[in-house]
């Protein structure tokens, strides 16, 4: 199977420019992507791009990750409904940093057949002359062509409408492709379904400044089962960066993958063969309560985001918590799986806290009355044991580590209560 064959099995392929399967088959070829610096980090969505040069480059394809450190000072409008806020030189750079961190997790950047390139668009972009700029490039692009695409037709229909500097965004990203064709013999462009219109816009300008042949592939822009967007949760955005997102955080994202999204999933974002996948599927039909294809998901992509250790500590704190066993978790693995639940600190009594008064103190509760009401219903459990006496008293040595106690108030209401000792 060629590269080709690989993205059409995993579902990769939204659309193509006519001949690409044959130029894939025939030759090996210069292909690149461009990220967006909006952020210091990257997140799941872009994945999907990110995993589809590491696929070209394991084919023998040499791969460029393009970062948009000059066209990021403008903006893709591509499906935005209102102009992004526009960033400062120094934050576009701290970006930049970023996600070359990143990048490096994924792509070769030392092997001595086909290494891939990051390259920031920045380096010419930024040095452009605006009357050159539209002698050279803007003469080759009809007005009419660009208010044909769809992106600056959403935006034009809008009640903000679309800015000049929006508007220039398709010119700067065909610059880029041509940029890239003359130095490094680029021919693919490859992107998601919204960057269509860009990347025809950059072969024309290829095809009508230097007579030559560019092509272009686009993957399918990623939505739930459910019709949701990608990528999103409660939190925010799931980022590729473990200090903006956990890696705990990260393996659940995959672990509660809707069943009807999880064997997708697996062709989009692992690097597990078909036959692989296809005995997870079978394993999922069979026995759908085990949820084989979100764990081998869910491992597979936090390894490959986070390395091995960030895996085994989110597995270990996942099997913990699933089991029950809170008991047997040290304290920072609680920490860990229950970061951002409401968390208070008691002093240390040697003698323990009447339950009553704890929960009272520490804010689990609002009163005593709501206290007692609540054991007597058997709705707070401590360390995963329900409490049915209200003249219970907890000591320090029944404590986790001695430290903390894990309340639970109702069926989900987490707390944390920390003992200061000293």
């Known amino acids: 199977m060629d590269v080709y064959g690989e993205f059409a099995w995993r579902g990769l392929i939204y659309d ?52 948009g450190g000059g066209t990021g000072l403008i903006g893709d409008p591509s499906g935005k409904t209102a102009e992004r806020q526009l960033l400062t030189m120094e934050r576009v750079e701290a970006n930049v940093e970023g996600i070359r961190q990143q990048l490096a997790r994924f792509l070769d950047f030392e ?86 219109g860009n990347i025809t816009a950059g072969m024309d300008l290829i095809r009508r400044v230097r007579g030559g042949k560019a092509y272009g592939l686009v993957v399918p822009l990623i939505t739930t089962a459910s019709g949701t967007k990608f990528g999103k949760t409660e939190a925010g955005a799931v980022w590729l960066d473990a200090q903006l997102t956990r890696p705990y955080d990260f393996y659940q994202f995959w672990i509660n993958t809707d069943d009807r999204d999880a064997v997708r999933y697996l062709k989009f974002f692992t690097f597990l063969p078909a036959e692989r996948i ?60 229950f970061p951002n639940v409401p968390s208070s600190t008691t002093a240390y009594v040697p003698e323990g806290w009447p339950i009553v008064d704890l929960l009272t103190s520490t804010g689990v509760t609002s009163s005593k009355s709501e206290a007692t009401r609540l054991i007597r219903g058997g709705g707070i459990y401590v360390n995963d044991e329900r409490v049915s006496d209200e003249r219970l008293r907890l000591t320090p040595d029944e404590a986790i580590d001695g430290q903390l106690f894990v309340v639970r108030k109702g069926k989900k209401d987490n707390f944390l209560i920390r003992i200061l000792r000293g």
């Open 278 to 337: 296809v005995e997870l599927e079978a394993a999922g039909a069979r026995e759908p309560e085990k949820r084989h294809a979100q764990r081998e998901l869910a491992r597979e992509v936090t390894r490959l985001v986070h390395g091995d250790e960030a895996l085994r500590e989110a597995e270990a704190a996942t099997e913990k918590l699933f089991a029950g066993s809170i008991r047997e978790m040290s304290v920072p693995e609680l920490l860990l799986v």
């Open 16 to 67: 193509e420019t006519e001949a690409v399967r044959d130029l894939l088959a025939r030759e090996k070829v210069t292909v690149y992507i461009g990220f967006d610096p909006t952020a210091a980090s990257l997140h799941v969505g872009s994945l999907l791009p990110i995993l589809a040069l590491a696929r070209f480059q394991r084919f023998g394809h040499a791969p460029i990750a393009l970062v």
């Open 111 to 196: 092997r001595t057949a086909a290494p891939a390139r990051l390259i920031n668009n920045a380096e010419w972009l930024t040095k452009l002359g605006a009357i050159d700029f539209m002698r050279d490039v803007g003469k080759h692009f009809s007005v009419n062509a660009l208010l044909a695409k769809e992106s600056v037709k959403r935006r034009i229909d809008s009640e903000e409408g679309i800015s000049y500097t929006e508007f220039s965004y398709a010119l700067l990203q065909a610059y880029d492709y041509l940029v890239l064709y003359d130095r490094f013999k680029c021919t693919l462009q490859l992107g998601g379904s919204d960057q269509w």
